[in-house]
């Protein structure tokens, strides 16, 4: 009998980690998947977005004024993540660092077999040119495709840099505000009372504090930076996903599957990390596009203030506040601007496509 009673126990073991296995293999979140790829407009969005952020992760190999490879005298040398490579290392009567475009041209001259290997776009976001008085417009033969800006530096080399520091910023904003709001949104929904009402008053409060006030008053007394916007915008920006967490959370609490957990002696935390968060998975899914382009608008619109980012790191608002200084060069506001929008539409037409895709509404069943 111990054997047979051991035996039963050990095939519900087996029963119950085969379920778990098949709610990983959900058919209605490859329906979902399904649906989404439907989508078409929304899909490629997101195929050509997230192609765009795995190409900004290595901006360096493709604009840089830095070669990719140098082979000189039967030598290979990779400048673009080195730290420093002197003049003299390649011939040249200097021992700073090593003017690669001119070394290509050296070599050319000197038709020894050396040659240079630069990338398609061969200025970096903080290069003047020495020659260039103001703005120059886009010129396929000086290889500034999107022209220069008023001290010389490449358009289209601080918009890919410029690209990068919004996604980058707006992703890790978008990771710390959803870790705040959803700890936060689910204990009120949770537990509701009275930690429920302290934690509304106490919102509705943090809520009237004026963003950009505060802002202004962070800038004037320390030199901002990437983190510390991060922190500030972190600080305001929580409030909006706990809102949605809370109505979710108060939701779920009275569902049958949240009670049978309890009556099985499940703790609090089991019952919130393994049944309500998986079953709320649709609202935070759904709201991730539209956080990130808001955090893209927002730096792009402190940074065009002169409350963001500090000169002369790569930014679109700081790009667009020299565009619309002086409409002399109509260049640098298309191109700022244009990036800007195509951005923002594939950012908007992925979260439209995700928002039908897990519309609750088409793929809820009950068994």
Known sequence: MWRLSTLGSNLVQTVQISNVF???????????????????RGYYSAVILVSLLLLSCFAELLVNSRAIIVSYEGKW???????????????????????YRELRQHFKEQKEGNWVLMPLV???????EGTTVGAT????????????????????????????????????LLVFSYVAGIAIGCAMGYWGGAFDLV????????????????????????????????????????????????????????????????????????????HILPNTISVIVTFIPFSIAGGITALTALDYLGFGLRPPTPSWGAQLREGTQSFDHPWIV??????????????????????????PKKFTYYE
């Open 22 to 40: 098949k709610l990983s293999l959900d058919p209605q979140t490859v329906k979902q998947w399904k649906r989404f790829r439907s989508i078409k």
């Open 77 to 99: 040398y990779f400048p673009t993540y080195a730290w420093f490579i002197s003049g003299d290392t390649f011939g040249l009567d200097y021992d700073w660092e090593t003017n």
């Open 122 to 128: 061969p200025y970096n976001p903080f290069e003047t």
């Open 137 to 172: 417009p886009p010129s396929w033969e000086t290889k500034h495709f999107l022209g220069t800006d008023g001290v010389g530096r490449d358009i289209l080399a601080r918009l890919v840099y410029g690209f990068r520091i919004a996604m980058g910023f707006s992703l890790v």
């Open 199 to 274: 934690f509304q008053r106490l919102i509705e409060i943090w809520n009237t504090i004026p963003f950009l006030y505060v802002i202004m008053i962070v800038a004037s007394i320390v030199e901002t930076n990437f983190w510390i916007l991060v922190f500030v915008m972190v600080l305001f920006g929580w409030t909006a996903m706990t809102w949605n967490m809370r109505t979710s959370t108060y939701k779920e609490k009275a569902r049958e599957y949240v009670n049978a957990a309890r009556a099985l002696g499940s703790g609090n935390a089991r019952v919130i990390g393994v």
């Open 334 to 359: 298309w191109s700022v601007a244009t990036a800007i929008i195509l951005i923002l539409l594939m950012v908007t037409f992925i979260g439209e496509a995700i928002r039908e895709a897990f519309d």
